[in-house]
């Protein structure tokens, strides 16, 4: 494979002198820019390699190594400033050499460079394809299909015995519409480590898969991530444990829904009914006003979205007193998500299919937890299980 090797420095002689150490084949390309021409030169070569001379220049190569984050880089540097090699190492480059460095040593660190920069460009293949199948954004690391990633992971995690939580992110329905594209993403990718996964499963809306971490850590670095935000962002925490994924995005939603109305004031479970039913008229009252502001319209919005969406599916919708029913047709199946309010004490979300190999769920909510967001979330996921189903041509 050619390799395209560029060397950077404001010294002339450097490039004699490195050159005959490189051990080039005929098919590798040597290239010699000075720190002020590299930035233009290196968009049009595409190298493989940089080797930075910081001799007399070691803000311009800690400058040019922020530049090169993605890029495989040698420092040669010419004193013992332990300071600065770890400022260089810190901006990402792979070793630091010296003229005291043995050329077999050399060549060997030459090598190992050479190798990692045939990972990175494989990996930016995979990566290319990857972004045009959909399966991750294209300016960032973020998954786009969650499911078949947690699938992936939580049997990874199952099989090492390994410790994780699981994080669900989102604004308010406030907030949402003023959060500006990728900064969220890039708060969030920032303060992770590089085998943390995040996933998107809604506009705003993320999963976050934290390794080898508990709840109380994962809370940490959640606040460390929203002083980095403008906007108000929440997030529910759940341990992986041996959950399915289904049992766990259920109760990381449960659990991001709960930090978003805490803030709220609302009749807990189990109050009891004062002499004049005030409570129960409260209850009445209540549910009535989120039928009307809140699932009549999600429930035609979903509709909307995907009836032209599912080749040979019908997605029908009714309410009525005390009962929202939105039900999913196929030629062989169907499915149901029943929203209903037994003695108008609590809410019950319960999701069935006729089909035996995906379980009924049940998520159960007081009045006033009940939010479009959290609605939505669970009906995306309610047609989306169905749609995976069509798909794996199991129905």
Known sequence: MQTRIILVSDDSDFFEYITPKLVLRKQ???????????????????PSLFIINSEGAETGTLDLLKHLQDNVCIVFSYNENEQFKINAYTLGALSCITPLTPDKEMHAQLISALNVSSLIRKNKQYRDML????????????????TEILDEELK???????????AAISPNENNKFFIQPNTVEKAILNNIRKN????????????LLLYDTDIENAQKIWIKIQG????KMYAGFASVNSKSRQQLVNEVLNKLHEAINYEKNYIKTGEKLDASGQTFKMYRQEFNRRMENIITPVFYHTQQKYNSKLFGVQIEQSTGDGIAVMTIKSRNTIASLKITTPGLSKINIDIMYNNQTIPAKRVTLEPDELEAGLLEDL?????????????????
């Open 156 to 166: 990874s995690i199952k099989d090492s015995s390994g410790q994780a939580v699981l």
């Open 196 to 207: 943390d996964v995040l996933m998107t499963y809604a506009a705003n809306k993320y999963f």
């Open 379 to 395: 009906i995306v996921q309610f047609i989306e299980e169905f749609k995976k189903e069509i798909d794996y041509g199991n129905t």
């Open 28 to 46: 590798d390309e040597l290239f010699k820019f000075s720190f002020k021409e590299v930035y233009e030169k290196m968009q049009i070569v595409k």
């Open 131 to 146: 972004v045009k199948e959909s399966l991750i954004s294209s300016n960032n690391e973020v998954f786009n299909n969650y």
């Open 228 to 231: 980095q935000l403008q906007e």
